[in-house]
């Protein structure tokens, strides 16, 4: 039945109409760690480009504080934990779930993935990244099962320059935690752990050193060759790694941020050398007569870390940092530029989060999702951003752990404690939750508190198989868990 859902679609997308789709998303970057939102040290002057000339969100969140649940919302535009992906190396992408690539590529457009995976494993021919093992089928789940026609990915992980490799000895002011100076030559080194697949499941050895940010670009570029001389409408997922730890940048970007600590210059050079590759795709898309009808986003899947180096990434002025519910943990940034559409700047206020891709570009495509049964969280930003739309018409919940949210036009509904105690904040006047309003407004609290409790009922459900049964529950050996599955709130 899916798959004959999803061969109709093909037959509802003029060709003449069907722009190309980049989806950018970087690993761990913070709301302040660009330009574009005011970092005074870290240059990307080509996102800040795309800041000038596009969409710029400035209260874009991501589904959840930690990467592999905010990577699932983008491909299925639900909540995280309606898939069964709660947290990080846990779950897979279920295969009744429908993808954005599997809608898209039954549209006529060809279909890639390249970076990061982090939704499953992608061999059960050995232990790679940071699961799995020989003979172990429980969580593989690689891109071919979701609608790709192209990959270039890695499960988890890897470092930021020489992807493969990390020192044997590291030197003073480095650690197989942080990061390290780039190796230099006849320095003895050892294999990562982590490899890069491609979409038949076999192994990549080749172009495999330098900047990471540029080896996933080198496919991404060849894979636009491939669609512009097929003459077919592409959607390429661009995941880069940067600047998850470990972060390791090249010579030239020590060189640029010499005045530093050595693990600021990775941090620093490592997405300065992300934001070089984001302008080179740019140019190779104008290049080839593509960049009018291109839409390409940007986002990171979460807020900064901080287990090791918080001094390292910025979430601004905002409270919290990653695996926090609070806006540092989950604002990021967030663009897109699509100059067939939006001909001048333009910034959104509205609270946006990455569960709106999907119904957005169905809706900017007048394709219907081929299961209208389907709880979808996110919605169209269509009219944002051909509009001026002045609130959002959904709610936007968030789970992480111990910890739910509730976002409702200015205001935020928090508990850090499983539902225990709620705290409420007006975002837009107290952008940084300094100021608890809760006692003040208990009839609002309540209100906010029971469409929250009805929301994650619904969540639960869909978790459960309400769509499409509870088979592929029991075979993913899932247990629903959730901050309110344990005790109820007052």
Same mark, same amino acid.
């Given at each position: 039945?899916?798959?004959?859902?999803?061969?109709?679609?093909?037959?509802?997308?003029?060709?003449?109409? !069907?722009?190309?789709?980049?989806?950018?998303?970087?690993?761990?970057?913070?709301?302040?760690?660009?330009?574009?939102?005011?970092?005074?040290?870290? !240059?990307?002057?080509?996102?800040? !480009?795309?800041?000038?000339?596009?969409?710029?969100?400035?209260?874009?969140?991501?589904?959840?504080?930690?990467?592999?649940?905010?990577?699932?919302?983008?491909?299925?535009?639900?909540?995280?934990?309606?898939?069964?992906?709660?947290?990080?190396?846990?779950?897979?992408?279920?295969? *009744?779930?429908?993808?954005?690539?599997? #809608?898209?590529?039954?549209?006529?457009?060809?279909?890639?993935?390249?970076?990061?995976?982090?939704?499953?494993?992608?061999?059960?021919? *050995?232990?790679?990244?940071?699961?799995?093992?020989?003979?172990?089928?429980?969580?593989?789940?690689? @891109?071919?099962?979701?609608?790709?026609?192209?990959?270039?990915?890695?499960?988890?992980?890897?470092?930021?320059?020489?992807?493969?490799?990390?020192?044997? =000895?590291?030197?003073?002011?480095?650690?197989? =935690?942080?990061?390290?100076?780039?190796?230099?030559?006849?320095?003895?080194? *050892?294999?990562?752990?982590?490899?890069?697949?491609?979409?038949?499941?076999?192994?990549?050895?080749?172009?495999?050193?330098?900047?990471?940010?540029?080896?996933?670009?080198?496919? #991404?570029?060849?894979?636009?060759?491939?669609?512009?001389?097929?003459? $077919?409408?592409?959607?390429?997922?661009?995941?880069?790694?940067? @600047?998850?730890?470990?972060?390791?940048?090249?010579?030239?970007?020590?060189?640029?941020?010499?005045?530093?600590?050595?693990?600021?210059?990775?941090?620093?050079?490592?997405?300065?050398?992300?934001?070089?590759?984001?302008?080179?795709?740019?140019?190779?898309?104008?290049?080839?007569?593509?960049?009018?009808?291109?839409?390409?986003?940007?986002?990171?899947?979460?807020?900064?870390?901080?287990?090791?180096?918080?001094?390292?990434?910025?979430?601004?002025?905002?409270?919290?940092?990653?695996?926090?519910?609070?806006?540092?943990? #989950?604002?990021?940034?967030?663009?897109? #530029?699509?100059?067939?559409?939006?001909?001048?700047?333009?910034?959104?206020?509205? @609270?946006?989060?990455?569960?709106?891709?999907?119904?957005?570009?169905?809706?900017?495509?007048?394709?219907?999702?081929?299961?209208?049964?389907?709880?979808?969280?996110?919605?169209?930003?269509?009219?944002?951003?051909?509009?001026?739309?002045?609130?959002?018409?959904?709610?936007?919940?968030?789970?992480?752990?111990?910890?739910?949210?509730?976002?409702?036009?200015?205001?935020?509904?928090?508990?850090?404690?499983?539902?225990?105690?709620? $705290?409420?904040?007006?975002?837009?006047?107290?952008?940084?939750?300094?100021?608890?309003?809760?006692?003040?407004?208990?009839?609002?609290?309540? *209100?906010?508190?029971?469409?929250?409790?009805?929301?994650?009922?619904?969540?639960?459900?869909?978790?459960?198989?309400?769509?499409?049964?509870?088979?592929?529950?029991?075979?993913?050996?899932? $247990?629903?868990?959730?901050?309110?599955?344990?005790?109820?709130?007052?």
């Amino acid at each position: 039945m899916k798959k004959l859902l999803l061969l109709l679609v093909s037959l509802t997308v003029s060709a003449t109409e !069907q722009p190309n789709i980049i989806l950018i998303m970087a690993d761990d970057l913070g709301w302040g760690d660009t330009g574009f939102n005011g970092h005074e040290v870290i !240059q990307t002057p080509h996102l800040d !480009q795309m800041a000038a000339e596009g969409v710029k969100f400035n209260r874009f969140y991501s589904a959840s504080s930690v990467c592999s649940p905010t990577r699932a919302s983008v491909l299925t535009g639900r909540n995280p934990y309606r898939i069964g992906i709660p947290r990080a190396n846990q779950g897979f992408l279920r295969p *009744e779930e429908v993808t954005l690539p599997e #809608v898209l590529k039954d549209a006529g457009y060809l279909t890639g993935h390249f970076g990061k995976w982090h939704l499953g494993t992608l061999t059960h021919a *050995e232990k790679d990244g940071n699961r799995g093992g020989k003979g172990r089928l429980k969580d593989f789940n690689p @891109p071919s099962s979701h609608g790709y026609d192209a990959a270039f990915v890695t499960e988890s992980k890897v470092p930021t320059y020489d992807p493969m490799k990390r020192p044997l =000895k590291f030197q003073e002011g480095s650690s197989l =935690k942080l990061g390290w100076e780039s190796l230099k030559e006849g320095e003895e080194f *050892e294999f990562f752990g982590t490899h890069y697949w491609d979409i038949n499941g076999d192994k990549v050895t080749d172009n495999l050193e330098g900047d990471d940010s540029r080896v996933i670009m080198d496919r #991404v570029i060849s894979f636009v060759d491939k669609s512009s001389d097929e003459n $077919k409408p592409f959607l390429s997922v661009v995941w880069f790694h940067t @600047p998850h730890l470990p972060c390791v940048a090249g010579p030239e970007y020590h060189e640029m941020y010499k005045e530093h600590p050595i693990h600021f210059r990775n941090y620093a050079g490592c997405i300065t050398a992300m934001d070089k590759q984001v302008g080179r795709l740019r140019r190779h898309l104008k290049s080839k007569e593509l960049e009018e009808n291109t839409m390409i986003w940007f986002c990171s899947d979460n807020g900064p870390e901080h287990k090791a180096r918080p001094d390292n990434g910025s979430a601004g002025h905002f409270r919290g940092r990653k695996r926090d519910l609070y806006e540092g943990g #989950v604002r990021v940034p967030g663009l897109m #530029v699509w100059p067939a559409k939006v001909k001048s700047p333009k910034e959104v206020n509205l @609270p946006c989060v990455t569960s709106d891709y999907l119904p957005t570009i169905l809706d900017a495509l007048k394709i219907e999702h081929p299961q209208p049964t389907f709880e979808i969280d996110g919605r169209s930003l269509m009219p944002l951003i051909e509009g001026d739309i002045k609130q959002r018409n959904k709610s936007i919940g968030l789970m992480f752990g111990g910890r739910i949210a509730w976002h409702r036009g200015p205001y935020k509904l928090i508990s850090n404690n499983g539902g225990k105690q709620y $705290k409420l904040y007006n975002i837009e006047d107290d952008p940084t939750e300094k100021n608890d309003i809760s006692l003040s407004y208990p009839e609002l609290v309540s *209100e906010l508190k029971k469409e929250l409790r009805e929301w994650h009922e619904s969540v639960k459900s869909s978790f459960e198989g309400k769509e499409y049964g509870d088979e592929s529950l029991l075979k993913s050996r899932l $247990k629903w868990s959730s901050p309110l599955s344990v005790k109820k709130s007052n």
